[in-house]
């Protein structure tokens, strides 16, 4: 699915809400003269100390905090009746895929690694519950990503030099040893009774998350400094799509990025699980 129509669609979904809600009245200011001395003032300013127009970096970096603290705030939505699910961290998180959309024409690399990230926090806490995988409504989102991906990839491949993109050896390894091992640690300690009580399953879930964010923080920073940009992401993506099949969510998951990075690797692409080979691009 084209991304805009799909970002179009859901805006035109949530603005059709808020069409129906009367308008509030706006109290009258306490006095109607006009504030000249501001706009005087403001007109005044050396036009050197007008914004200046933000470095890649700098909105990569934005980018990133605004996808941290939305993706916190979607871990406390969770609920065991999974009233909120992947499919709600799908739709979400692909609402920041414009702002990867304006940074290709400054930096690809940026926003290569932005849409990745992205994807990274797309799917949420599935460990979360039986009812957390959602209930089919991440294909759409998780395409849109998939099709912005793919469309940065075909542009860094037009600006290799000497096939720099494919000549690094390559080898598709277990990336899983990013996932931190505090919940492993502690379901050891739980043994023989395991866990059992409000208490317990609390610590679970802290200890789960956070080995899952050292898991997406080590990726985070890899991607910046690595050389073979498009083995990094196949290791990764190929890593995560496997993973989270397991909940039934891997069909869908980069799955044309994944074929075109394992064609730039030159390798036959990766199953995404143990019964079904990867669809046909």
């Known amino acids: 699915m084209d991304i805009r129509n799909y970002l179009k669609r859901s805006h035109s979904d949530s603005s059709s809400d808020e069409s129906q809600t009367p308008p509030r009245k706006v109290a009258k200011s306490a006095s109607t003269k006009p504030q000249t001395t ?12 007008k914004a200046k127009a933000k470095s890649p970096n700098r909105t990569y970096d934005e980018a990133i905090k605004s996808i941290d603290k939305t993706y916190a705030q979607f871990l406390k939505k969770y609920k ?6 992947a499919d709600e961290f799908s739709a979400g998180f692909a609402r920041f895929l414009p702002m990867a959309q304006n940074l290709k024409d400054e930096s690809l690399p940026l926003a290569f690694n932005l849409i990745l990230d992205i994807g990274e926090h797309s799917y949420g806490d599935v460990d979360y519950g039986a009812k957390t995988c959602g209930y089919g409504d991440t294909d759409e989102p998780f395409q849109a990503m998939d099709n912005a991906l793919l469309e940065i990839i075909e542009s860094r491949l037009e600006d290799c030099t000497d096939n720099d993109c494919n000549d690094v050896a390559f080898i598709l390894s277990p990336t899983t040893d990013d996932m931190g091992t505090s919940q492993d640690e502690l379901r050891e300690a739980l043994k023989p009774k395991g866990i059992r ?3 317990q399953f609390l610590m679970n879930d802290r200890a789960r998350r956070g080995d899952q964010q050292l898991l997406m923080t080590r990726r985070r920073t890899r991607r910046m400094d690595t050389i073979d940009w498009a083995g990094n992401a196949l290791n990764d993506l190929s890593e995560t799509r496997r993973r989270i099949d397991s909940w039934g969510l891997g069909e869908h998951y980069f799955a044309k990025s994944i074929a075109k990075l394992s064609a730039i690797k030159g390798i036959d692409v990766p199953r995404y699980n143990d019964y079904h080979q990867p669809l046909g691009i």
């Not at 065991?80 to 699910?85: A, C, D, F, K, Q």
């Open 80 to 85: 065991p009746n999974g009233s909120w699910t």
């Open 38 to 49: 501001a706009k005087a003032s403001a007109a005044k300013k050396p036009a050197a100390q």
């Open 197 to 199: 009580n409000k208490s």
